[in-house]
C-alpha cells in the first residue's frame, strides 16, 4: 500500500531490535517530541533508556500494522519468524493495546522462536512506556505460567517472582490508580503462595509494610489501599496454619489492648479463646479444639493495625476520601468477623466478599431481630471502634469543608450497617 510506504522502516525497526538485544540493562522506553528530520536516526540510546523521535512514529507503526494485518489474514502467506517477531516488537512498543499482536507474540514463545525472558524484559519496557496497559500485564502472565511450568526454572522462582512485585511497584508509581498493576501484585502473591509456600509468610509479611510506605508516600491514589485489602485477607487465611505464625502472640495483644485503651493484665496472660471471647464480648462460647486460637489472634491484630494506620492518615492528611472509603472497608471485616466468630468460633474469610445481609441468615435473625445490627449490645472490639469513630467524626466536624463533608457520610454509613457513632 502507498500510505504506508516508509523505506527507513526496517532500519529503524532493526536498530530498536538491536539495543534492546544489546543492553540488557534497558530500563524504559520514551517518545521523543522532535522536528521532521528523516536524514538522522530516530532512535535514541542513551545509558538504559530508549527513546524514538516523534516524526517516525506514526509511518512507523502503520507499517508494522499493514505487514502483521496483511500476515494475520492470509494464513498461507510464509514469513520469517524473526522478521514477524521485528514487526511485533515496533508495533507493540508504540501500541501496546492490540490484543492480537499479543497473541502472535505468544504463538512465537510456544513455537520457540522467542525466550521467555528476554520477552519478560520487552514487557518490562513496554509497561514503562504505558504503565497502564492490560494487555501487557495479562501477556506477563502467560509468560509466568509458561516459564514456572518448564523446569529448568524451577530453581529461581522467588527471584522470578520478586522482579515482578518490582515491575508492579514502578507501574503504580508511574500511573496513578493503577490497578492493572496492583491486580498482577496480587497475582504473584498467589502465585507465591502457591509456588514456594515454605516463604510465603516472610514474603506476605514483607508485601504489608512495603504497601504500607507505598500509601504512605501515594495519599490519594485508593489502589494501593485496595491491595492492603487483599493482604488482610491472605494475613487472615495464612493465620490458620500454626504452623507459620505471622507474629508474636505478645505482639498480637500488645496492639489489642492498646485499640481498647484498657489496662487489663488478664488479657496478656489468659488463653488466647478467653481474650477473643472478651473481645466479642462470648463469654458463653467454648473453645473448639480444632481450632488455633493464637492464629485468630494475629490475624485479628493485623485488623486493629490497620485501623490504626488509617487513623493516622485521616489525622495527618485531612480531606482525602481514600482513607475514608478505606475505612468503610475496615467496618464491614469488623461486622463479617463478628458475626462470623459468634457463628463458628473462628473467621471464615470465605464470608467478607458477601454483602452483610447475606450473612444474616436464619438462625442470626432469629437471635438478633430484623435489625440484627441493632438489636443486640455491642462487642468490647466494637465500642473500641466505634468510640474512635467518634473522635475522627468530631474532627472532621471541626476541621469542617470536604473533611466533614465525608465524616457525615461515614457516620451515615455506620449507621446504616448498626455501628453505633
Known amino acids: 500500500m502507498q ?3 516508509f523505506p527507513a522502516a526496517e532500519k529503524i525497526l532493526s536498530d530498536i531490535e538491536n539495543v534492546l538485544k544489546k543492553n540488557p540493562n534497558l530500563i524504559g522506553f520514551e517518545i521523543i517530541p522532535t522536528l521532521d528530520n528523516e536524514n538522522k536516526s530516530p532512535v535514541l540510546h542513551v545509558e538504559n533508556s530508549l527513546g524514538l523521535a516523534s516524526w517516525s512514529v506514526k509511518p512507523l507503526y502503520r507499517y508494522a500494522y499493514n505487514r502483521l494485518l496483511e500476515l494475520r489474514q492470509n494464513r498461507n502467506k510464509r514469513e520469517d519468524p524473526s522478521t514477524i517477531s521485528r514487526w511485533l516488537l515496533g508495533a507493540l512498543l508504540l501500541n501496546p493495546d492490540v490484543t492480537t499482536f499479543w497473541n502472535m507474540r505468544r504463538e512465537l514463545v510456544k513455537n520457540g522462536r522467542l525466550e521467555s525472558t528476554g520477552e519478560l524484559h520487552f514487557v518490562a519496557i513496554v509497561l514503562y512506556y504505558k504503565a497502564k496497559c492490560f494487555e501487557a500485564f495479562a501477556y506477563r502472565r502467560w509468560l509466568l505460567q509458561f516459564m514456572l511450568i518448564g523446569d529448568s526454572h524451577t530453581s529461581n522462582v522467588e527471584t522470578i517472582l520478586e522482579r515482578e512485585m518490582t515491575i508492579a511497584t514502578i507501574s503504580a508509581d508511574r500511573y496513578a490508580n493503577n490497578y492493572h498493576a496492583w491486580n498482577h501484585r496480587e497475582y504473584i502473591v498467589t502465585t507465591f503462595q502457591n509456588s514456594s509456600p515454605e516463604n510465603y509468610v516472610e514474603f506476605l509479611k514483607s508485601e504489608w509494610l512495603s504497601s504500607g510506605e507505598w500509601c504512605s508516600l501515594h495519599i490519594s491514589d485508593y489502589s494501593g489501599f485496595a491491595y492492603r485489602q487483599f493482604l488482610i485477607k491472605k494475613l487472615l487465611q495464612i ?15 500488645e496492639i489489642l489492648t492498646n485499640f481498647l485503651n484498657l489496662d487489663i493484665p488478664s488479657l496478656m496472660n489468659a488463653p488466647s479463646h478467653e481474650v477473643l471471647n472478651y473481645l466479642h464480648s462470648t463469654s458463653g462460647i467454648l473453645p473448639r479444639h480444632d481450632v488455633n486460637y493464637s492464629a485468630i489472634l494475629a490475624g485479628l491484630s493485623y485488623w486493629v493495625e490497620e485501623c490504626l494506620f488509617n487513623e493516622e492518615l485521616l489525622n495527618l492528611y485531612p480531606g482525602h476520601e481514600a482513607f475514608w472509603y478505606h475505612r468503610r472497608f475496615l467496618s464491614h471485616l469488623l461486622i463479617v468477623l463478628t458475626i462470623s466468630y459468634e457463628r463458628y468460633s473462628v473467621y471464615k474469610i470465605e464470608l ?9 441468615s436464619k438462625d442470626v435473625i432469629e437471635t438478633r431481630g430484623v435489625n440484627f445490627r441493632s438489636k443486640y449490645s455491642p462487642s468490647h472490639l466494637e465500642t473500641a471502634y ?3 469513630n467518634s473522635d475522627i467524626i468530631d474532627k472532621a466536624r471541626k476541621i469542617g469543608g ?6 457525615e457520610r461515614f ?5 446504616g450497617r448498626g455501628l453505633v457513632v
Open 386 to 388: 466505634s468510640r474512635r
Open 402 to 407: 470536604h473533611q466533614n463533608v465525608m465524616g
Open 239 to 253: 493465620n490458620r496454619n500454626p504452623e507459620q505464625p505471622t507474629r508474636p502472640e505478645t505482639t498480637c495483644r
Open 411 to 415: 457516620a451515615k454509613f455506620l449507621s
Open 3 to 5: 500510505e504506508d510506504f
Open 352 to 360: 467478607i466478599d458477601q454483602k452483610i445481609p447475606r450473612l444474616c
